[in-house]
């Protein structure tokens, strides 16, 4: 028989997946706007268009059920102010961990942005030590399956360069992540998933914008020319993909979820092959697979944790 619990754990594993899926196919569309536009503005555009994608379907959404079902929206809108005050933080960090990540396509391959960027794979369960969060020894497991499988897939071992600005700036970026996936974990139970991410998405963009006034030059022209990529990763990378994230991190584990979003460079690669024909080598493929049995093996530690726990209430 079906669990509940296996139900829901099911849907924000599927969730996640395509959070994933989203992010590693707009990775591209990252390194192509900055080709044009600089950190700041190609950020503070594309989150606020992530922002613009939410706002009306929240409108739609609550005035529907203003009149359909005015007690679903009470208790919805009770929240309200909850998930304002939990955004703001939430905002502030995802501000930080994107522009940090968007600068350090100035100094670094993408490839070793998208391994050096996955650590908070890692870094996520060391973080919930700290806040006294058991971690399974299975889960952890996991982890480093995952952190090998990053490294066969994005790090050429014929070709290793030394540490520059880039990679510790990808390496700060991980950092924040880490601490955004956690924050996520905290707050979605509490809040209203939508508003949680349109309310990060205000804050970042917002930031981002002011940063841009303060320290770039933006023009009309370099903005037009990063248009396709800002479109692409603002409505997809933020609109649909941060929602999911924080609606799936509901159903799911802070470890296991981090380690299914780190599949974005899974994706990425997965992508590049299918729409830009480039060809997988076998190191490549091996991480690849490495990285699926991580989070094939992590649903399983989930599972034997739950089958545990029933048992204990059933005696």
């Known amino acids: 028989m079906t ?4 139900k829901t754990s099911l849907k924000g594993v599927l969730m996640l997946l395509l959070t994933a899926l989203i992010w590693g196919s707009s990775f591209v569309a990252q390194s192509v706007g900055m080709e044009s536009v600089e950190a700041f503005t190609f950020n503070g555009i594309r989150t606020l268009m992530g922002a613009a994608v939410l706002t009306p379907f929240v409108l739609i959404r609550d005035g529907l059920d203003r009149r359909r079902a005015p007690e679903r929206y009470a208790a919805r809108a009770a929240t309200y102010r909850r998930t304002i005050l939990c955004g703001i933080p939430l905002g502030i960090v995802l501000c930080l961990a994107s522009n940090f990540q968007q600068f350090a396509f100035n100094y670094s391959t993408s490839g070793k942005i998208a391994f050096v960027t996955a650590l908070y794979m890692f870094l996520v369960p060391i973080f919930g030590l700290v806040i006294r969060k058991r971690v399974p020894a299975l889960t952890w497991l996991c982890v480093v399956m995952g952190f090998i499988g990053l490294g066969f897939l994005c790090v050429n071992p014929q070709d290793l360069s030394s540490i520059n600005f880039g990679d510790i700036l990808a390496g700060i970026c991980a950092v924040f992540y880490a601490v955004q996936i956690l924050m996520v974990e905290r707050f979605s139970e509490r809040c209203d998933g939508v508003m949680l991410s349109l309310t990060q998405f205000v804050v970042s963009g917002v930031l981002s914008c002011l940063l841009m ?41 802070a470890t296991v979820a981090s380690l299914i979003m780190c599949l974005e460079s899974v994706f990425g690669v997965l992508c590049g092959a299918i729409v830009l024909h480039e060809v997988l080598s076998v190191q490549e493929i091996t991480g690849c697979v490495i990285m699926f049995a991580a989070i094939v093996l992590s649903q399983l530690a989930d599972r034997i944790r739950f089958g545990r726990g029933k048992r204990k209430v059933e005696n």
């Open 3 to 6: 669990t509940q619990a296996t």
């Open 213 to 253: 006034f303060l320290t770039e030059t933006p023009e009309a022209s370099a903005i037009r020319a990063a248009m396709v990529p800002m479109l692409y990763s603002g409505v997809l990378s933020c609109g649909v993909a941060y929602t999911l994230q924080i609606v799936g991190q509901k159903y799911t584990e």
